[in-house]
C-alpha cells in the first residue's frame, strides 16, 4: 500500500518569503510524485512531478520541489510567495511499478499568502 | 485546446434517489480516472478505464456505486440509492495514456449533495 503524509493542515506565509509546503510518502519501491494546485471552486491544477533523475524539479507558477529519498520527502518550495498562491495543495503519489491506477493523495495544505 | 469537462457542476437529490455524473475527457486521452472529495475523506480514487479495457474497480466504496465508459470516451459515474455520505465532490481526470507517470488532467467536479 502506499500513503502520503502532509502534515499541515495550514500554511501561513508573508509576501515575498519563501514558502514551504511539506509532504512525505510511503511506497514500495520507486516513488512517482506528484504535486498539484486547487484554487476555489475549480479542478486539480498539475504544478509538478518527480520520476527520476534531478532530485529538484521545476515546475509551474514559479515552483519547485526536492525529492529526498533517505527522508522519504517531496517538499515544495518557492522562493517568493505571491498573494495569488494562497490555494489549497496537495501531493500525490504512485507506485512506479502499479501501472497507470489511481493517484493516492495526501489530505492537502491550505497556503496562505498574506499581503 | 478544450479540458476535461464535467456536467452537472451541481447535483442536488434526496436521499434513496439515483443520479448519474458525466465526464468528456480530453480528446485523445485514453485513460479516464475518477475521484471523490469529501471534507473528512480527502480525495479518494474509486475508479479507473484505460481505454476499451475492463475498468480498475478497486477504488469504488460500495456495489451503490458503478461506471462505465462508452467508446472509449465519454464516462458516467451512477450512484444507486444515495445516501447522505455519498454528499461530496465527484472529480474526472483523464491522461494520454496508462504510462504511470504522466500527469493527470481534472475537470471542476460535480458537486453532489445528498438531502
Known amino acids: 500500500a502506499q500513503s502520503v503524509a502532509q502534515p499541515e493542515d495550514q500554511v501561513n506565509v508573508a509576501e515575498g518569503n519563501p514558502l514551504t509546503v511539506k509532504c512525505t510518502y510511503s511506497v514500495s519501491g520507486n516513488p512517482y510524485l506528484f504535486w498539484y494546485v486547487q484554487y476555489p471552486n475549480r479542478g486539480l491544477q498539475f504544478l509538478l512531478k518527480?520520476?527520476?533523475?534531478?532530485?529538484l524539479v521545476k515546475g509551474s507558477y514559479g515552483f519547485e520541489a526536492e525529492f529526498n529519498k533517505s527522508q522519504t520527502s517531496f517538499h515544495l518550495k518557492k522562493p517568493s510567495a505571491l498573494v495569488s498562491d494562497s490555494a489549497l495543495y496537495f501531493c500525490a503519489v504512485r507506485y512506479s511499478g502499479g501501472g497507470a491506477d489511481g493517484l493516492t493523495f495526501g489530505k492537502g495544505t491550505h497556503l496562505i499568502i498574506q499581503p | 485546446g478544450a479540458g476535461v469537462s464535467q456536467s452537472p457542476s451541481n447535483k442536488v437529490t434526496e436521499k434513496g434517489k439515483d443520479v448519474e455524473l458525466r465526464c468528456d475527457p480530453i480528446s485523445g486521452h485514453t485513460a479516464l480516472y475518477w475521484y471523490r472529495q469529501s471534507l473528512g475523506q480527502g480525495l479518494e480514487f474509486l475508479i479507473y478505464f484505460q481505454g476499451n479495457s475492463a475498468p480498475d474497480k478497486s477504488g469504488l466504496p460500495s456495489d451503490r456505486f458503478s461506471a462505465e465508459r462508452t467508446g472509449g470516451s465519454v464516462s458516467t459515474l451512477t450512484i444507486q440509492r444515495t445516501q447522505q455520505e455519498d454528499s461530496a465532490v465527484y472529480l474526472c481526470a483523464s491522461s494520454p495514456d496508462r504510462v504511470s507517470y504522466n500527469e493527470q488532467f481534472f475537470g471542476p467536479g460535480t458537486r453532489l449533495t445528498v438531502l
Open positions: 518527480y520520476i527520476t533523475g534531478d532530485n
